[in-house]
């Protein structure tokens, strides 16, 4: 695989577990070594750099503070093994700190803190070393969902602010998608697509990243031809999808429904492959078994040419 | 609910109704084991050696003295003391120093199959005998013993002679030098060494290490600020095994080693042969005092900090 990253970039890997996400994360960090290839960071070939001289730091999915240091310690501790002076260190870690709305608890142990408050501490200790990139690890993953809205805000202004790159690794695509600038979806070991959030959302180029990336259907290549004349399968977005008077494109049997608060998810069955349609709040819900005609908006229907189809 | 419930379950309702009955049936037995058998006896010691013994009669005089404590402070006491404590210490520092390295192994790499071989590797020594692995060492390394062998098959005799010529570390052979007891010691006492400090490895994630590392820390520094900390709690509890159970043995000094007397030869004469249970008593109490005084620094110096 290829990878590019722009330097100041909000850079997301996307991809369920297994993906090789992680990997790609730590190829960078260098807690891994490639077989073949090479890592280049800031024009300098990194393949063969130990961690510690690399200009990269991580935040770790499970924070890995240093349970034996007080949370200044912690923050300081990258300034510690450089060999800053003492005044120096404690000043700089404070200011990370209260980078982070962390001011003031220096004095604690990391066992006395919530789990958001250790995923501060965990990026003020990378944030405090200046560096030119920051790898984030799943960082979000052990917040409950509150707490990681919050989160997903404050990292982003906090990305701009400093306009550092942050290259960050998660399986939850709304927030690769809220967040990132450009995406990269992977699956088993490659990458499907890169490209912006919108982009990878609308035109999605495998039928893996149509279903990952808002669960959109994939429509088989025969019924495609059938459609519009083009041997390719194609992703369509439930959103778009609408029911319709006997003049549809399409015909369905409803087989489900899920009430989702805002819309209604219909399960359809369209010549033996299933479909879901999103219905407005405002429409009625069919009946189970009946009948139901569709169309949807035009250009909805994209026709994916990815490197495995 | 109908009032025709058997015995049995209405018992068991009533704990269910009362869980601190069934708590206090529990612990009971146990507690008073501890209290009065263990701690009783232990007690009992201690009162002992409040007591002195009468010089003329050689009968125990029940009243409460601190003289068979300052009868510790005597030169040929004193130094039992001042012999054991040194042992202890240093058998206690060659253990972390050995076991760290083989308990890092286990911790880190060893995986399945290697791991079984050292679970089995440290253990086996632990099912056989202990008097038959001391005689063995004093097999290895009496004056007609293996080492003598090996080191005269190699011509290097006069390395063995010259160290056994150094003073109070050297004698007429290994087995009868301090060396001999110590390396016994260390040999017995190693296993208690390695399993804790393994324990406490391995709770240490890896993800703490590359941390470490992330952060700039060359693999030298992550052991002194990390792994080392992070041990510490288990080379802790390792050396409350090996410094007290070296302090308490009598069987090793008496079987490779000078005629000089540890502690525990010492207690083991004075209660016996020479029917001096008071001084036993104070002697016994000496590995308590230094335990307690050894643990309050640990603490003081953080050692639990990371638990």
Redesign the interface.
């Known amino acids: 695989m290829n990878l590019d990253i722009a330097e100041g970039e909000f850079f997301a890997l996307l991809g369920p577990s297994g993906s090789g996400k992680t990997t790609c994360l730590r190829l960078i960090?260098?807690?891994e070594q490639p077989t073949s290839g090479s890592v280049v960071i800031f024009g300098e070939d990194a393949t063969r750099v130990?961690?510690?001289?690399r200009p990269?730091?991580?935040v770790?999915?499970?924070y890995?503070l240093?349970?034996?240091l007080n949370i200044l310690d912690n923050v300081a501790?990258?300034l510690?093994?450089?060999g800053e002076k003492k005044a120096a260190r404690r000043q700089a870690s404070e200011e990370a700190l209260s980078l982070v709305a962390l001011a003031g608890f220096g004095g604690r142990?990391p066992s006395e803190l919530s789990g958001g408050q250790r995923q501060r501490v965990a990026l003020a200790?990378?944030l405090v070393?200046k560096p030119k990139v920051l790898l984030l690890d799943e960082p979000l993953g052990a917040l409950d969902l509150k707490l990681r809205e919050q989160m997903q805000t404050e990292l982003k202004a906090l990305q701009r602010r400093l306009g550092i790159t942050f290259i960050f690794v998660t399986h939850d695509q709304g927030e690769a998608l809220s967040m990132a600038d450009r995406v990269a979806v992977f699956d088993r070991g490659h990458i499907q697509q890169i490209g912006a959030p919108q982009n990878v959302y609308d035109r999605p180029e495998t039928p893996f990243v149509a279903d990952f990336v808002g669960s959109s259907n994939v429509l088989p290549a025969h019924l495609v031809a059938q459609l519009i004349g083009e041997t390719a399968p194609a992703s369509l977005r439930p959103e778009q999808i609408h029911l319709t008077s006997a003049d549809g494109k399409l015909s369905g049997k409803v087989i489900g429904s899920a009430f989702l608060g805002a819309a209604t998810r219909l399960e359809l069955d369209v010549e033996g492959n299933s479909l879901s349609v999103l219905l407005p709040k405002a429409a009625s819900v069919p009946e189970l078994d009946s009948t139901v005609h569709l169309t949807w908006d035009k250009d909805a229907l994209h026709v994916m040419r990815g490197p495995d189809v | 609910m109908s009032d025709t419930t058997s015995a049995p379950s209405r018992i068991s309702d009533a704990f269910w109704r009362q869980p601190t009955i069934l708590l206090l049936l529990l612990v009971t037995p146990p507690l008073l084991w501890l209290g009065i058998v263990y701690l009783g006896s232990l007690f009992a010691l201690l009162a002992q050696s409040f007591f002195s013994i009468d010089e003329f009669t050689g009968l125990v005089r029940y009243e409460f003295t601190l003289k068979t404590y300052a009868e510790l402070l005597r030169a040929s006491n004193f130094d039992i003391l001042i012999r054991t404590i040194v042992m202890a210490s240093a058998v206690t520092i060659a253990s972390a120093i050995i076991a760290f390295p083989i308990a890092y192994y286990a911790a880190r790499y060893a995986r399945g199959r290697w791991k079984a071989v050292f679970y089995l590797g440290i253990m086996l020594p632990l099912w056989s005998s202990y008097l038959v692995k001391v005689y063995s060492w004093k097999l290895i390394l009496a004056k007609e013993g293996i080492l003598n062998w090996f080191f005269e098959t190699l011509y290097l005799s006069w390395i063995l002679e010259a160290y056994l010529a150094i003073p109070v570390v050297g004698g007429n052979s290994l087995s009868v030098s301090w060396t001999g007891t110590f390396l016994v010691f260390v040999y017995v006492w190693l296993p208690f060494m390695i399993l804790p400090v393994q324990a406490a490895l391995e709770r240490v994630p890896p993800s703490m290490l590359e941390a470490s590392g992330d952060l700039g820390a060359s693999s030298g520094q992550t052991l002194r600020h990390v792994i080392l900390p992070l041990a510490l709690p288990g080379i802790i509890a390792g050396s409350i095994f090996t410094f007290s159970l070296t302090m308490g043995d009598y069987i090793i000094p008496q079987i490779v080693g000078t005629s000089a007397r540890m502690i525990g030869q010492a207690v083991y004469q004075f209660q016996g042969t020479a029917g001096n249970i008071p001084l036993a008593a104070a002697f016994a109490v000496v590995p308590i005092f230094v335990m307690g005084i050894y643990l309050t620094l640990a603490k003081r110096a953080g050692a639990f900090d990371a638990l």
Do not use: E, I, S
């Not at chain 1, 130990?50 to 001289?53: D, I, M, T």
């Open positions: 960090a260098g807690f130990p961690p510690y001289r990269v730091n991580t770790f999915q499970d890995a240093f349970p034996h501790y990258g510690m093994v450089r142990k200790r990378a070393l």
